[in-house]
Nanobody
Framework: QVQLVESGGGLVQAGGSLRLSCAAS????????LGWFRQAPGKEREFVVA????????VSADSVKGRFTISRDNAKNTVYVQMNTLKPEDTAVYYC???????????????????WGQGTQVTVSS
Protein backbone atom coordinates (compact mmCIF):
# COMPACT_ATOMS: atom_id res chain seq x y z
CA GLN A 1 0.00 0.00 0.00
CA VAL A 2 1.26 3.44 -0.93
CA GLN A 3 0.05 6.56 0.83
CA LEU A 4 0.61 9.96 -0.75
CA VAL A 5 0.47 13.35 0.94
CA GLU A 6 0.65 16.55 -1.11
CA SER A 7 1.74 19.95 0.15
CA GLY A 8 2.72 23.34 -1.20
CA GLY A 9 -0.53 24.61 -2.66
CA GLY A 10 -1.80 28.11 -2.09
CA LEU A 11 -2.80 31.42 -3.61
CA VAL A 12 -0.45 33.10 -6.08
CA GLN A 13 -0.73 35.92 -8.58
CA ALA A 14 -0.58 35.27 -12.30
CA GLY A 15 3.01 34.99 -13.43
CA GLY A 16 4.14 33.65 -10.09
CA SER A 17 5.53 30.27 -9.07
CA LEU A 18 4.73 27.45 -6.69
CA ARG A 19 6.36 24.12 -5.93
CA LEU A 20 4.17 21.22 -4.94
CA SER A 21 5.56 18.26 -3.04
CA CYS A 22 4.19 14.78 -2.59
CA ALA A 23 5.60 12.49 0.07
CA ALA A 24 5.04 8.77 -0.28
CA SER A 25 5.05 6.05 2.34
CA UNK A 26 6.71 2.68 1.94
CA UNK A 27 10.06 1.21 0.95
CA UNK A 28 9.40 0.75 -2.77
CA UNK A 29 9.31 4.39 -3.81
CA UNK A 30 11.98 3.93 -6.46
CA UNK A 31 10.09 1.13 -8.19
CA UNK A 32 7.17 2.99 -9.73
CA UNK A 33 6.24 5.95 -11.86
CA LEU A 34 4.42 8.99 -10.49
CA GLY A 35 2.22 11.68 -11.91
CA TRP A 36 0.38 14.89 -11.14
CA PHE A 37 -3.19 15.51 -12.22
CA ARG A 38 -5.52 18.42 -11.59
CA GLN A 39 -9.22 19.06 -11.43
CA ALA A 40 -10.87 22.44 -11.77
CA PRO A 41 -14.46 23.08 -10.61
CA GLY A 42 -16.95 21.60 -13.03
CA LYS A 43 -14.26 19.90 -15.09
CA GLU A 44 -12.86 16.40 -15.34
CA ARG A 45 -9.56 15.46 -13.80
CA GLU A 46 -6.77 16.02 -16.29
CA PHE A 47 -3.17 14.92 -16.66
CA VAL A 48 -0.43 17.46 -15.90
CA VAL A 49 3.00 15.81 -15.67
CA ALA A 50 4.50 12.40 -14.96
CA UNK A 51 7.90 10.88 -14.29
CA UNK A 52 9.48 7.44 -14.58
CA UNK A 53 10.86 5.41 -11.70
CA UNK A 54 14.35 6.90 -11.92
CA UNK A 55 13.48 10.36 -13.24
CA UNK A 56 14.95 9.58 -16.64
CA UNK A 57 11.70 10.12 -18.53
CA UNK A 58 9.15 12.85 -18.01
CA VAL A 59 5.91 13.63 -19.82
CA SER A 60 3.99 16.90 -19.76
CA ALA A 61 0.62 18.05 -20.96
CA ASP A 62 0.80 20.58 -23.78
CA SER A 63 -0.86 23.19 -21.57
CA VAL A 64 2.05 23.19 -19.11
CA LYS A 65 5.07 22.44 -21.30
CA GLY A 66 7.84 24.89 -20.68
CA ARG A 67 6.23 26.08 -17.44
CA PHE A 68 5.94 23.01 -15.17
CA THR A 69 8.77 20.63 -14.30
CA ILE A 70 8.40 17.34 -12.46
CA SER A 71 11.25 15.79 -10.49
CA ARG A 72 11.71 13.17 -7.81
CA ASP A 73 14.10 12.40 -4.99
CA ASN A 74 14.03 8.68 -4.35
CA ALA A 75 16.15 9.06 -1.22
CA LYS A 76 13.42 11.26 0.28
CA ASN A 77 10.40 9.38 -1.12
CA THR A 78 9.21 12.64 -2.61
CA VAL A 79 8.07 13.90 -6.00
CA TYR A 80 7.85 17.57 -6.89
CA VAL A 81 6.30 19.76 -9.53
CA GLN A 82 7.78 23.20 -10.01
CA MET A 83 5.16 25.47 -11.52
CA ASN A 84 6.32 28.71 -13.11
CA THR A 85 4.54 31.46 -15.02
CA LEU A 86 1.25 30.41 -13.49
CA LYS A 87 -1.98 31.41 -15.20
CA PRO A 88 -5.53 31.73 -13.83
CA GLU A 89 -6.48 28.66 -15.85
CA ASP A 90 -4.01 26.63 -13.76
CA THR A 91 -6.37 27.04 -10.80
CA ALA A 92 -7.40 23.58 -9.64
CA VAL A 93 -6.97 20.93 -7.01
CA TYR A 94 -3.71 19.14 -7.78
CA TYR A 95 -3.40 15.43 -7.08
CA CYS A 96 -0.31 13.28 -6.80
CA UNK A 97 -0.70 9.74 -8.13
CA UNK A 98 1.45 6.62 -8.08
CA UNK A 99 1.45 3.54 -10.26
CA UNK A 100 1.75 0.24 -8.46
CA UNK A 101 5.26 -1.03 -7.67
CA UNK A 102 6.93 -2.44 -10.75
CA UNK A 103 5.14 -0.11 -13.17
CA UNK A 104 8.10 2.12 -13.98
CA UNK A 105 6.98 4.09 -17.03
CA UNK A 106 4.99 7.32 -16.76
CA UNK A 107 1.46 7.44 -18.08
CA UNK A 108 -0.93 10.23 -18.99
CA UNK A 109 -4.00 8.11 -18.20
CA UNK A 110 -5.52 8.42 -14.76
CA UNK A 111 -6.71 4.81 -14.77
CA UNK A 112 -3.08 3.65 -14.88
CA UNK A 113 -2.52 5.00 -11.38
CA UNK A 114 -3.45 2.95 -8.34
CA UNK A 115 -2.76 5.36 -5.51
CA TRP A 116 -3.86 8.97 -5.06
CA GLY A 117 -3.25 11.73 -2.59
CA GLN A 118 -5.95 13.89 -1.08
CA GLY A 119 -5.13 16.87 -3.26
CA THR A 120 -3.88 20.39 -2.67
CA GLN A 121 -5.57 23.57 -3.86
CA VAL A 122 -3.75 25.93 -6.21
CA THR A 123 -5.41 29.25 -6.92
CA VAL A 124 -3.96 31.72 -9.41
CA SER A 125 -5.39 35.22 -9.31
CA SER A 126 -5.41 37.51 -12.33
Amino acid sequence: QVQLVESGGGLVQAGGSLRLSCAASGRLFGSYALGWFRQAPGKEREFVVAISWNGGTTVSADSVKGRFTISRDNAKNTVYVQMNTLKPEDTAVYYCAARRPGMVTPSTRNWDYDYWGQGTQVTVSS
